[in-house]
């Protein structure tokens, strides 16, 4: 996903001993020693209240763009897209259409048990950038990319059993590095910064997702198209400069 979206990026493959959170998150620690500016994490768990000292562990690197899938099961807030470190990305559903952009998007839901993730964070802390006032913690997702398996990534494969020519893909763990790449190519963040509130500076600049939904909850814009508000700007980046770097701001 990441080379489709920029073909020029030098990608280093880091991989976890286990699934266990401690080292997946060494990984992510790995990469950056490594000298990576942008991660991405293309997998998600429930939220314990553990959460914040995994932030502190693995996930908090000041000028480091760090993004993580929001989830593939519908609504619930996942770990570590709840992190306030990093860029929780959802997913959109592509339709064709005869505006000038040659499609609309709504909010990928397949089944009840299929769809991308959001929802309020039940331990992680608010950030400062983000401003809406239904959740009293961490809102999950920020951004957005395509993620419905439908209308996916077209990617050749020929590698085991599954390798039988071109297929499409989709999911979170398809986004989260469509939005990595896009930081990747607005240039590296400054020193300092933590570029999951970037997208919160632009939000004129992004497309909003005002249809669907990814579930049934108690506040409607946890799960509805109407959490892609200008408070929670869960919109469609349409170019790198809605990801530019900013002046760093303290958290």
Not at 30 to 39: D, F, N, W
Not at 62 to 68: F, L
């Amino acid at each position: 996903m990441a080379s489709a979206i920029c073909p020029n990026c030098h990608i280093t493959l880091v991989e976890a001993k286990s699934a266990t959170m401690a080292n997946l998150g060494t990984a992510v620690n790995e990469a950056v020693s490594l000298g990576a500016k942008y991660v991405s994490n293309s997998y998600g768990g429930g939220e314990s209240s553990s959460d914040a000292t995994y932030d502190s562990s693995y996930f908090n690197h000041p000028g480091v763009a760090i993004t993580v899938s929001a989830g593939d099961e519908g609504y619930g807030a996942e770990y570590p897209a709840a992190s306030k470190y990093v860029t929780a990305v959802g997913g959109t559903k592509l339709s064709a259409s005869s505006t000038t952009r040659g499609w609309t998007e709504s909010v990928w839901r397949t089944s009840s048990t299929e769809g991308t993730g959001s929802g309020c964070s039940a331990y992680d802390a608010k950030p400062a950038w983000q401003t809406d006032t239904g959740c009293a913690k961490r809102m999950i997702a920020d951004v957005s990319a395509v993620a419905d398996p439908a209308t996916g990534v077209s990617v050749y494969d020929t590698y085991g059993p599954d390798g039988q020519g071109w297929a499409t893909y989709g999911g979170t763990s398809a986004s989260a590095p469509i939005i990595a790449s896009v930081y990747a190519l607005a240039g590296t963040p400054s020193s300092g910064s933590y570029p999951a509130q970037f997208p919160y500076a632009h939000t004129s600049a992004l497309n909003d997702v005002t249809s669907g939904t990814n579930g049934t909850c108690a506040t409607s814009y946890f799960c509805t198209a109407r959490r892609v508000t200008t408070a929670r700007p869960a919109g469609h980046p349409g170019g790198t400069r809605r990801l530019h770097r900013l002046t760093p701001r303290p958290q």
